[in-house]
């Protein structure tokens, strides 16, 4: 078999063979294709599409392109979820503790941010000592023990998505949703979880702009999973703005905490309360309406934050940073971003908040960056607010004063204003089941 022969059967539009895909997979993986034979395959895919066979092969075979989790050492149903990735976005931090605490395993495997987007396994370790790396007697244990552990994933989870991705990243082909659907279900089914429900982001701050595209990518990933035998559900959730108001690592986790004590701001707890409704209801088959009312009674007793404090603790984190928030550290500057106008603000650029946010320390530029766990971006007013000339539009958190100016100027330009009244966008459009 040759690779030139399948990049040109691909860029003539023809479908290719189940042992032409697990051809180009085992070739990524093992060094035997060139990067740039790889990357003319992925432009002709985004151009091409994939049919769904051809997607169920790609998927199964970066799956098992490297390690796979076998969580059968836990008792009970597992439960994952995964997010296409959004600006401020710290659900897992709050809807894992909830579905823990009322039955569900939740034994996940998180990223780390890259580029403008947060990744979970940065802001967990923003508390200081928390472990993300664990041995998986002790992660098995833990969930067995507790229902709940979040940790890094292993370097040899899907290794042929690690490649592919990375070409992706740099050659312009990452928004394909045959190219996309594959890379998360890949990773998805690999960590081994019974039941996973995604949150597909649509808009400004996420890959998909389109309601219409996200809605294409959930229903191609819901596939996927239901044809590999998992429960499956994807919600649809808008980010065209920020979700919550805290963007930063620490920033996140406290405004995570504050949600758990049922004072978050109202985007965010409607978006993680839904999605924890919607993992129950894959782990206990009760309606929608039950299961959120169970969500809402764990947030008003306490039990989903004692969850988060317990899994700090099994973790080697400090639990009391999550009854005493003050306890985490302090960026050393505080800077106020005041508006020059007054008026309504139309509309806010996710992407470019999130950038604005890197520029202050919260995220990195490339992979082997460190990240400062106390730099973020509070927002104080957000799409729809009514603002007047000298309010503050948000508050800036970092080390570095030098960074200010050029994040304030990269902020004000994701700023729209109208005149009057905006009318206020959905926060969840659909959820697909499988
Ligand atoms: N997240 C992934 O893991 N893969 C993609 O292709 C896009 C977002």
Redesign the pocket.
């Known amino acids: 078999m040759r690779m030139y022969d399948i990049i040109q059967k691909k860029r003539d539009g023809g479908e290719l063979s189940d042992e032409e895909i697990k051809f180009f997979v085992n070739g990524a993986v093992d060094g035997s294709i060139p990067d740039y034979q790889l990357s003319a395959l992925l432009m002709a895919v985004y151009f091409r599409e994939m049919s769904e066979r051809e997607i169920s092969v790609l998927t199964q075979a970066m799956a098992e392109s490297g390690d796979t989790v076998n969580l059968s050492a836990i008792d009970g149903f597992t439960v994952d979820k995964h997010s296409?990735?959004g600006v401020g976005d710290k659900t897992t931090l709050i809807v894992a503790p909830i579905v823990a605490a009322l039955g569900g395993k939740v034994a996940k495997m998180s990223?780390r941010g890259l580029g403008h987007t947060g990744g979970t396994v940065d802001k967990l370790e923003s508390i200081i000592g928390f472990k993300t790396e664990l041995a998986r007697e002790d992660f098995f244990r833990q969930v067995n023990e507790t229902g709940i552990s979040v940790i890094g994933q292993s370097g040899n989870l899907a290794p042929a998505?690690k490649k592919l991705?990375a070409l992706?990243d740099v050659t312009a082909t990452?928004e394909s949703i045959p190219?996309?659907a594959s890379?998360?279900m890949s990773?998805k089914l690999a960590a081994g979880s019974q039941g996973i429900v995604l949150d597909v982001k649509t808009g400004s701050g996420a890959?998909m702009k389109t309601v219409e595209k996200s809605k294409a990518l959930a229903e191609e990933m819901v596939r996927i999973g239901t044809a590999a035998g998992r429960k499956m559900t994807a919600v649809i959730t808008n980010m065209d703005i920020p979700l919550g108001r805290a963007i930063g690592n620490s920033l996140e986790v406290i405004e995570a905490v504050e949600t758990l004590n049922g004072r978050g701001c109202g985007d965010l707890a409607e978006v993680c309360f839904c999605l924890a409704a919607n993992m129950l209801m894959l782990v206990n088959g009760k309606s929608y309406e039950d299961n959120f009312a169970d969500v809402k009674a764990s947030v008003a007793d306490g039990s989903a934050l004692s969850k988060l404090r317990q899994m700090v603790e099994y973790q080697g984190g400090n639990p009391e940073w999550i009854d005493n928030t003050e306890l985490f550290p302090k960026a050393k500057y505080e800077y106020k971003v005041i508006s020059s106008r007054s008026g309504y603000i139309n509309r806010m650029d996710a992407e470019k908040i999130g950038i604005a946010s890197v520029i202050l320390g919260a995220g990195r530029e490339k992979k082997e960056d460190s990240v400062d766990f106390s730099a973020g971006i509070i927002l104080e007013k957000k799409t729809c607010d009514k603002v007047e000339k000298g309010d503050t539009l948000a508050v800036f958190h970092t080390n570095d004063e030098s960074k200010i100016e050029e994040a304030e100027k990269r902020f004000l330009s994701a700023l729209e204003f109208a005149e009057n009244e905006v009318e206020k966008q959905p926060l969840i459009y659909e959820t697909i089941t499988g």
């Open positions: 296409t990735g990223g998505d991705y992706r990452v190219l996309i890379s998360i990773k890959f």
